[in-house]
Each structure stands twice: as C-alpha cells, then as structure tokens.
Antibody, heavy 115, light 107 residues
Framework: QVQLQESGPGLVKPSETLSLTCTVS????????WSWVRQPPGKGLEWIGY???????NYNPSLKSRVTISVDTSKNQFSLNLRSVAAADTAVYYC?????????WGLGTLVTVSS | DIQMTQSPSSLSASVGDRVTITCQAS??????LNWYQQKPGKAPELLIY???NLETGVPSRFSGSGSGTDFTITINSLQPEDIATYYC?????????FGQGTKLEIK
C-alpha cells in the first residue's frame, strides 16, 4: 500500500520560505504524478501544483511566482518550496499521488506563518 | 480558471436517507470530475473519479453521475460513518479546482 508522509517546519516567519518534503513508501515515485494541495483552517481545498517523476511541473497560476516543486527519485521524495509567505499561507499542506485524481494522500501537516 | 459550485453548502439528513449533492462547472469539463470525502481532522479520500467510476474499496451506496457542466454524487441509505465534507474537483483544465465543499450532518 502506497503511503505518503509530509515533513517540515510547522512554523514559518512572514517573508521567509516554506519548505516541505513528502516521502513516498510502499511504491516507486517513478511513473506517477505527485501533487501538493493545501487547506486553510476551516476552509476548502486548493490545488498548488504537481510534478511528474521526470521533473516536469505545473503550478496554480495564483501561486506560480512563489512556488517550486521538485523531485528526488533516489530518495523517493518530492518537495514544495513556497517563497515570501504571509499569514494567508497558513494551512494544512497535503501531498498526494496523482496529477488530477488524487488517489493516495499524506496525513497533512499544519504550517503556521507567524512571527 | 474553471469555477466549481457545489450545492447545498451544508445538509442534514437521517440515517437511511438518500442524499444527493450537486456540483456545477463554469464550463464544459466532459467527465473530468472527481469526488472526495473528508472526515474531520483527516485527509480527503477519493470516492469517485471520471464522474461515475467508484474508487476501489468505496461502498456501493455511493454513486456519481453527470457530464459536461452538471454532476451529482448520491449516497443511498446514509450511514453514520458518511458524516463528512464532500468536495468535487475538476481535472479537465489547469489549474485544477475544487468546489467549496458540502458538509453533511446527521439529523
């Protein structure tokens, strides 16, 4: 069974960079798309972007200028960097397998942006 | 961006009821519509993909239908464990977008 686990700081200061890693177990990161989705507290889901195992990416235009998603196939991991964060970026961040339909999800990690 | 509008935003029903949630896309997305269930404090789970295909392991009381711009998810014989928020998502056009969610409660 494929499992995903997000890791990274739970607190980030305004204007700094949010960095999260998703570790995939129970399957190879190859031959799949991998996504990031976020959910502000008490609100709905927002698609951030996805990466193919080859490194090809697509991002939500609303975040495109600040987002980078990368993949490390040797570690079976993919990562999210979100630059110049503000309070509005406070959310639970999920990693998931898939580009469109998201079949496997991590448990999610709450990232709070605060000084 | 394609806007996804769900209705109702919240819904209260009794155990055993048949429940229907609708999702409307702002433009034609053919059948590129997925439904997710999210229980409190948990990650979303894929229930239905491509509008009407039941994900493996999902109870058969769940079903999906629709094409173009109008879609529905139906729960036949609501069970207590179905209490959750339901989201539709289109993956026809980038950026992929979700509906605002429908919170389902037991009456």
């Amino acid at each position: 069974q494929v499992q995903l686990q997000e890791s990274g700081p739970g607190l980030v200061k305004p204007s700094e960079t949010l960095s999260l890693t998703c570790t995939v177990s129970g399957g190879s990161i190859r031959s799949h798309y991998w996504s990031w989705v976020r959910q502000p507290p008490g609100k709905g889901l927002e698609w951030i972007g996805y990466i193919y195992f080859t490194g090809s990416t697509n991002y939500n235009p609303s975040l495109k200028s600040r987002v980078t998603i990368s993949v490390d196939t040797s570690k079976n991991q993919f990562s999210l960097n979100l630059r110049s964060v503000a309070a509005a970026d406070t959310a639970v961040y999920y990693c998931a397998r898939g580009g469109g339909e998201l079949r496997y999800w991590g448990l999610g990690t709450l990232v709070t942006v605060s000084s | 961006d394609i806007q996804m509008t769900q209705s109702p935003s919240s819904l209260s029903a009794s155990v055993g009821d048949r429940v229907t949630i609708t999702c409307q896309a702002s433009q034609d997305i053919t059948n590129h519509l997925n439904w997710y269930q999210q229980k409190p404090g948990k990650a979303p789970e894929l229930l239905i993909y491509d509008a009407s295909n039941l994900e493996t392991g999902v109870p058969s009381r769940f079903s999906g239908s629709g094409s173009g711009t109008d879609f529905t998810i139906t729960i036949n014989s609501l069970q207590p464990e179905d209490i959750a928020t339901y989201y539709c998502q289109q993956d026809d056009n980038l950026p992929y977008t979700f509906g605002q969610g429908t919170k389902l409660e037991i009456k």
